[in-house]
């Protein structure tokens, strides 16, 4: 995962670390674990504040995954002055970065209100590394899940992919869940949300019709969001390749191992689930790995309905 991050917002976080220490430790932990650091100031300008000196010492040593990157001032990401929008034209990393900029308050608070992307100012720090630490990153047995609002974290998102070969196989169980999952990952953003979903040609009930299906869920998706449905894109595509099932968003990726309809679906007892957050180099690693094999599936569906439009997958 990357960080973008201002001088101001170090200085910050260092000034401010004993309010809690425990989790000022936690995040910086976290930073050099999982973290690429995009530093919006030349290298330079680290001994112009004994702070910053400070900072690029825990910075260093064991436990730091990646090297850090100088941005000068010609090459600041985002550009400056920072627009609301300035994600729209990101790729899949920018927009499962974390954004700690030194920008006018008004301006932080209207990206904030659209829970699309990660971005604080100087002296949110904690809140945002806080948000990330507190996402479960562990296993649980589905049955224990009571809805899918209630597992899902409420971390901010522009998009989503749900791969799952068995979304269309019992015409009952899809009807009673009512899309249950797309509700819960379409209440969070108040921008713009983007949903592929990927299965298998072989297990659609015949009484389903995808066409329509496809075009109930942007329905669905504006509804719930209440977003227009020109800021809301739905594709859906079937393949004969794949197996297991996975939920992909900007910053985790859910892996269950039974269909994501959890009414009436007859749940196996061991049946288990685990949330893996982008924080973690290695499940991000499967993340883009997975995104590689879905963007192949995209190039060669068996039969691909609705938008055509997702920021993770280009369709030709």
């Known amino acids: 995962m ?22 000022f430790d936690e995040s910086v932990r976290l930073i050099k674990k999982g973290m690429e650091v995009y530093y919006n100031f030349p290298k330079s300008e680290i001994l112009s504040d004994p702070v910053l000196v400070t900072w690029f010492g825990r910075m260093k040593g064991d436990g730091v995954k990646f090297d850090s990157k100088f941005c000068p001032d010609a090459t600041v990401k985002p550009e400056r002055p920072v627009k609301s929008n300035f994600y729209n034209e990101y790729d899949s990393d920018d927009r499962s970065s974390i954004y700690l900029l030194n920008i006018e308050e008004n301006t932080c608070n209207t990206i904030k209100d659209k829970r699309s992307i990660l971005i604080g100012r100087p002296g949110d720090e ?3 590394f806080k948000i990330l630490l507190k996402i479960p990153n562990r296993e649980r047995l589905m049955i224990k899940i009571s809805s899918w609002s209630e597992y899902l974290p409420k971390v901010p998102l522009t998009d989503a992919i749900i791969c799952d070969n068995y979304y269309f196989k ?33 297990e659609v009930h015949r009484s389903i ?35 297991s099932r996975h939920i992909v968003t900007n910053y985790y990726r859910v892996s269950p191992t039974s269909c994501v309809h959890l009414k009436d679906n007859g749940l196996k007892r061991d049946a ?13 690693d ?3 790995e997975l995104i590689k094999i879905f963007q192949d599936i995209a190039k060669h569906p068996i039969r691909i309905f609705g ?8 369709f030709d």
């Open 307 to 314: 938008d055509r439009k997702s920021n993770f997958i280009n």
């Open 170 to 202: 019992n015409y009952n169980t899809y009807r009673k869940n009512d899309n249950e999952l797309i509700r819960a990952l379409a209440s969070i953003p108040k921008d713009s949300f983007s949903l592929v979903m990927i299965i298998e040609e072989s």
């Open 272 to 284: 288990n689930i685990m949330i893996e957050v982008h924080t973690d180099p290695q499940s991000l």
């Open 209 to 243: 019709d995808l066409e329509e299906e496809c075009k109930r869920i942007k329905e669905l998706i504006s509804s719930v969001s209440k977003l227009s449905k020109k800021k809301c894109s739905v594709t859906l595509m079937t393949t004969y390749s794949i197996h």
């Open 126 to 128: 904690l809140e945002i």
């Open 286 to 288: 499967t993340t883009k």
């Open 2 to 23: 990357r960080l973008y991050i201002d001088k101001e917002n170090i200085l910050a976080f260092m000034s401010g670390r004993n309010e809690d220490i425990d989790l």
